[in-house]
C-alpha cells in the first residue's frame, strides 16, 4: 500500500487531517493499518462505516449471518433490499460505495480456531462486535496469542459496555480476565431485545477506541470498562 496520499486522499479526509492529533501522519498510519471486524450487525455497522470512512486501507469483515427484517431498526449498514443476502456482502456493498479507495476482505464462513489465528495474526487490531460469550472468548484468545490489541462492545435492552484489551502492555487485562467464561444465562437481543441507538452509541466508540490505536492519538480505555 502506498505510504502517500492522493490529492483525492486529502480532501476526503480533510477535516479529521486538520485535527492536530491526527494529521498527515495520522492518516498515513490509517491507510496503512488493517483491521477485523468480527460481527457486521447492531455494533458492527457503525464500526464499518466509521473505520471506512475515516480511511482504515484495509478492513477485514467476518459474519456467516444474513440479514433478517428484525436486523433492519439497528443495523444501520443494511437495508431493506440487503434482506437474505450475506452480511458482510451487504456490508461490502455499502463500504465501497462511501470510500472506493480501501480494500475490503469478506470472511463469509464462520471462523474456526486455525482461521480466527490466521487473520488475526494478519491484521493489526480487531474489534469484537459479536453477540455471544463463545466468539468473544475465542476472538480474545487469539488476540492474547498474537498480541494484539482488540476494542470488545456489547449491547442488550438499555445496557451497553466497552472495553480495550491491549496485550502489548503490561497493565492490560484481557477479556477472559474481566469476565471468565461468561454467564450461563446468556441472553440475546431476540429474546431480551435492544433498543437502536444504544448499539449506534457502543460501535461508534468502538470505532473511535480503534482510530485512537491505529492512527496513535490520544489515551485508549485500556484497563477501564465503559458502561
Do not use: W
Not at 475465542?138 to 496469542?145: H, M
Not at 469476565?179 to 444504544?198: D, F, K, M, Q, R
Amino acid at each position: 500500500m502506498q505510504a502517500v496520499l492522493s490529492d483525492q486522499e486529502l480532501l476526503r479526509y480533510s477535516r479529521q487531517i486538520l485535527l492536530q492529533h491526527v494529521d498527515i501522519d495520522g492518516q498515513l498510519r490509517l491507510k496503512q493499518s488493517r483491521a477485523l471486524i468480527v460481527g457486521v450487525g447492531g455494533l458492527g455497522s457503525p464500526v464499518a462505516l466509521y473505520l471506512a470512512a475515516a480511511g482504515v486501507g484495509e478492513l477485514h469483515l467476518a459474519d456467516f449471518d444474513h440479514v433478517d427484517l428484525t436486523n433492519l431498526q439497528r443495523q444501520i449498514i443494511h437495508d431493506t433490499q440487503s434482506i437474505g443476502q450475506a452480511k458482510v456482502d451487504s456490508a461490502i456493498a455499502r463500504l465501497n460505495a462511501i470510500n472506493p479507495e480501501i480494500t475490503l476482505v469478506a470472511h463469509r464462513a464462520a471462523l474456526d480456531n486455525d482461521s480466527l489465528d490466521a487473520v488475526v495474526q494478519a491484521v493489526d487490531l480487531v474489534l469484537d462486535c459479536s453477540d455471544n460469550f463463545a466468539t468473544r472468548e475465542a476472538v480474545n484468545a487469539a488476540c492474547v496469542a498474537a498480541g494484539k490489541p482488540l476494542v470488545s462492545g456489547a449491547a442488550i435492552r438499555l445496557e451497553g459496555q466497552l472495553s480495550v484489551f491491549d496485550p502489548r502492555r503490561a497493565d492490560s487485562p484481557c477479556y477472559h480476565c474481566l469476565y471468565g467464561h461468561g454467564s450461563e444465562a446468556e441472553l440475546t437481543c431476540s429474546e431480551a431485545g435492544v433498543i437502536g441507538p444504544l448499539v449506534g452509541l457502543v460501535g461508534s466508540l468502538q470505532a473511535l477506541e480503534a482510530l485512537k490505536l491505529l492512527a496513535g492519538f490520544g489515551e485508549p480505555m485500556v484497563g477501564r470498562l465503559f458502561f
